[in-house]
């Protein structure tokens, strides 16, 4: 049919037919290639040779939620365990804008110079609640993640906190396992997931600024006391003195502490990631730590701690989500917040009669 506006009227303008037949495929997704499956001998074959696209598929089965990609993943990590162990790991912290990446960067890429090969994983707590991650993005570490022998890996962005930490627990065993000599656990300082990146690392870095009139102000206490060492970033141009007088503060806040369980003094340094001043120091006050706490014992006895802490944290989690899963509580739960919510019942009774009817249900199985 003849349309309107082809008419004289709107000469200069053409309307042309239809497409009658619209594709219902998109025939992109045909050339899409399918990913091979492995078994999990194959994944840890693979992973015992270091092959970074087995390893990086590995950790996205031992990151996702389905149940079938866990019992995989949890076959691999076991195949895995007895090839751990092997690396120095460190946990790095601070706040947004304190230079977290630029330093992880040169930093990293001076232990790649030296010959070692580094995993970068992180655990972002602000991915819980947006669903996106600010840590651990390739392009943030631009020249270390151009380095082969250096593997980077976003935060798991999925669950809690407990849940995403213990997936990056679980990421470090495969990563020492595929030869990874240096693992680097980071997190962002807003005093969240430092407890649980401090109890999967052999030495707690914390990064500091100078020069912002509140040095001491605003870091948790908590924070401080877990740091084996604090270093003081952005140490260049004006900033110099500020970062020393900075440094002078902190090893006075730090006389404050009871002494640490290791018997380890924690250092503070200052620093340039960006132009790349006092690197070296930084790592030789790392490799300094290790020598100490292994001639003492308390290397090993903090690894062990840290599996003991681990088992619990899994059993914790395996319960809650068992529970959670449940059908008889998933279709109870909001019934019994009602009732709280309108003061029926108290707190209490409404969790014991929600923990007893899961207790039936599981009998009943
Ligand atoms: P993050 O949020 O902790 O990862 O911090 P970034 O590494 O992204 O750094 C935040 C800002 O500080 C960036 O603009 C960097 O260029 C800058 N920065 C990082 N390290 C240094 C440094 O050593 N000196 C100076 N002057 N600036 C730095």
New binding site residues.
Partial sequence: MEHPENSEQYKGLKVNQGVTDVPTVNPYLKRRIQRKSYTPSEFVEGILKRNITILSQAVTLVESSKYEHQQIAQEVIEKCLPHSGRSVRIGIT????????????VFGTHLIREGRKLAVLAIDPSSERSKGS??GDKT?METLSREKNAFIRPSPSAGSLGGVARKTRETIVLCEAAGFDTVFVET?GVGQSETAVHSMVDFFLL?QLAGTGDELQGIKRGIMEMADGIII?????D?VEKAKLAAAQFRNALHLFPPTESGWVPKVLT?????N?GIKEIWDMVCEYIRFTKESGYFDYKRTEQSKYWMYESINDTLRDTFYHNPVVEKMLGFTEKQVLSNEISSFVAAKRMIDLFLDDLAKR
């Fill in positions: 601070g706040v947004p804008g304190a230079g977290k990446s630029t330093s992880i960067d600010i840590l943030r962002v990064i970033n952005k140490a260049d141009g900033n620093y340039s990631g960006y132009y001043i």
